[in-house]
């Protein structure tokens, strides 16, 4: 049961005015940013269904999502993952495989129970944010405990910064093939950037008006963001259909005779087995961020079950995306001499040809591709890593300040063209990040459900005096943060050794210690959960569980109420323009 503080709490958040801990707004004092910005305030806006007391630990986009803003249906995650899917990345997600000696036949096996596996784990804990309509920063102080959740939420927010700024380079490249299809001289642009920046001028400039293209579609609202995934899912697949049908096309329609279908394996035995299950643990590594913070997105859903839908479109959708780029690349060979993978390249060849039909063939297919980057960009990173950040300032940090943020720090703060220019190692710390997310996600989910059984409160998630403190003096749960490390450590030696030889060096770490990381992922997820429901078992913390969940859905509700109302009121005065709507949460 909460504990009499918690009930104090309650009685606190809900007094009038006058009785409220929270500290009244000053009178009779405008700053200067005021006077010139009347419309600008620093602090974000407050709304009435927030269980914080003070501004300070909340705000109306990191409250409970109120019932009038949700509004994905289960529609609305197909549409996601079909903006998600549709990418470079995972066009290209088989051709490292195939380069380790795996057929193309294993790496498709690999594809599907990859992502049948994520599939899964991003249902189980999307159906937490589902139930609950809480953001990942939030759920993770249930089992974590107020500080050590701040670790856990800078740990996937600085991944989906770098990512971020990573697709808006690619985003960027695509800019750089549509001007040069438009003006053909754009390509003469003489260079005056050094060649060890791994950019030119050129790119730079398309660069820069990508990362400005992308900033209005980074302030479109979470209520209304899904409508342009849909717009996106319809768009991606011609384009890459495209793609692949010009390239066939060129191939005299078979792809029958390309290295990439004839080759079977080149490796046998423990070797093929152990590179299928390093490949295995790539394509778990891809989407494991967003395995992790699912929450951020299913929170919208209109019902729990809405985002049920996941399990089944995750896999199909990828195993399909995987598979076209299998046979663009294999049918690349015979009309371009080349196995090419990357689908930007063969956009550039459309232009060699110098005719109008190529070139206008090349500025269609680069507008679809930064389509596809921007609902990337959207989907998977700009949303996670504000939800995170307006964890660590919610007075003045809001989703749509935070993207803006995550923007500006992840495509000029991490010099993202230098990251995909020469810097294996960090690529390859990237891929690897997956032995630190593994456990934090089987951490939250057997904290709800098998610890827990689903019997929660959301009110002492936002109270930092609250049930899930743990300890007085450091707030965290130490059974999550023993557990956490028992799911990381070990494979630790072959991440420091996958880095290196990135680098083209070798370690003493033992083959042992290598395998362990191939199997990275699913090792720290089991690990880390089973351990949890030990200490769990052996060692609880009675403080902190209920016979019943508390999510405050009635309270989240009367003020959503009235909040509806305000909104309508205020609209009706001042008559919004259509482009206001837009970007009206």
């Keep these: 049961m909460a504990s009499d503080e918690n009930k104090g709490f309650y009685e606190e958040k809900n007094a009038s005015p006058t009785t409220s801990a929270v500290e009244p707004a000053k009178t009779g004092y405008v700053s200067g940013l005021k006077r010139r910005l009347p419309g600008f305030s620093l602090e974000v806006r407050q709304e009435e269904s927030s269980f914080a007391v003070s501004a300070r630990a909340s705000n109306a986009d990191f409250d409970p999502i109120p019932p009038s803003k949700r509004t994905w249906n289960w529609g609305a995650y197909v549409a996601y993952w079909m903006a998600d899917a549709w990418a470079v990345s995972n066009w290209e997600v088989a051709s490292s495989m195939i380069a380790v000696g795996l057929s193309w036949k294993m790496a498709i096996g690999a594809c599907v129970l990859g992502n049948t596996i994520m599939g899964l784990v991003i249902t189980v804990n999307g159906r937490i944010g589902a139930t609950l309509h809480t953001p990942f920063p939030v759920?993770?102080?249930?089992?974590?405990?107020?500080?050590?959740?701040?670790?856990?939420?800078?740990?996937?927010?600085?991944?989906?910064?770098?990512?971020?700024?990573?697709?808006?380079?690619?985003?960027?490249?695509?800019?750089?093939?549509?001007?040069?299809?438009?003006?053909?001289?754009?390509?003469?642009?003489?260079?005056?950037?050094?060649?060890?920046?791994?950019?030119?001028?050129?790119?730079?400039?398309?660069?820069?008006?990508?990362?400005?293209?992308?900033?209005?579609?980074?302030?479109?609202?979470?209520?209304?963001?899904?409508?342009?995934?849909?717009?996106?899912?319809?768009?991606?697949?011609?384009?890459?259909?495209?793609?692949?049908?010009?390239?066939?096309?060129?191939?005299?329609?078979?792809?029958?005779n390309s290295t990439v279908i004839t080759q079977g394996t080149t490796v046998h035995g423990s070797v093929l087995a152990w590179a299928f299950f390093a490949n295995l643990n790539g394509v778990l590594g891809n989407y494991a961020t967003l395995g992790l913070n699912i929450a951020d997105f299913s929170r919208y859903a209109n019902k729990p079950s809405a985002q049920n839908v996941q399990a089944l479109v995750i896999p199909v959708i990828f195993t399909i995306v995987g598979l076209l780029g299998i046979f663009t690349a294999a049918a690349a060979q015979s009309a371009y001499g080349d196995i090419i993978w990357n689908p930007i390249e063969i956009l550039s060849l459309w232009m060699k040809s110098g005719s109008h039909a190529g070139r206008a063939a090349a500025a269609f297919g680069a507008i679809g591709l930064l389509i596809v980057t921007l609902g990337i960009n959207i989907s998977a990173n700009s949303i996670s890593a504000a939800n995170d950040l307006m964890s660590f300032c919610p007075k003045y940090i809001n989703i749509r300040r935070g993207q803006l943020l995550a923007a500006v720090i992840g495509s000029w703060g991490f010099v993202p063209w230098k990251i995909l220019a020469s810097a294996a190692k960090f690529l390859a710390f990237l891929g690897g990040y997956t032995i630190f997310l593994g456990p934090m996600t089987s951490i939250i989910i057997t904290d709800y459900y098998i610890v827990r059984r689903g019997n929660v409160s959301v009110p002492d998630m936002y109270n930092f005096h609250g049930i899930y403190r743990y300890s007085p003096r450091y707030a965290s749960n130490w059974r999550a943060v023993v557990a956490f490390f028992i799911g990381c450590i070990p494979p630790l030696p072959g991440f420091v050794n996958n880095i290196v030889e990135a680098g083209n060096q070798k370690t003493s770490v033992s083959l042992g210690g290598q395998h362990l990381f191939n199997i990275g992922y699913i090792y720290s997820f089991v690990a880390a959960g089973v351990f949890y429901w030990g200490f769990n078992r052996f060692f609880p913390h009675p403080e902190s569980f209920m016979d019943h969940p508390e999510t405050g859905e009635d309270i989240i509700a009367a003020n959503d109420a009235k909040n509806v109302e305000q909104r309508r009121a205020s609209r009706a005065e001042r008559r919004p323009s259509i482009v206001a709507q837009i970007f009206e949460v």
Excluded at 212 to 236: D, N, R
């Design 139 to 256: 759920l993770a102080r249930m089992p974590f405990g107020y500080y050590f959740s701040y670790f856990v939420v800078l740990s996937r927010c600085v991944l989906a910064i770098v990512w971020l700024g990573v697709q808006t380079t690619t985003g960027g490249q695509c800019m750089t093939v549509l001007l040069t299809a438009i003006w053909p001289s754009f390509a003469n642009i003489p260079n005056h950037i050094p060649t060890s920046e791994g950019i030119t001028t050129a790119g730079m400039c398309g660069f820069v008006l990508y990362f400005l293209l992308q900033l209005p579609f980074l302030c479109i609202p979470y209520t209304k963001v899904q409508y342009f995934f849909a717009f996106k899912s319809v768009i991606a697949p011609i384009i890459f259909l495209a793609i692949f049908g010009d390239t066939l096309h060129k191939a005299g329609g078979t792809i029958s």
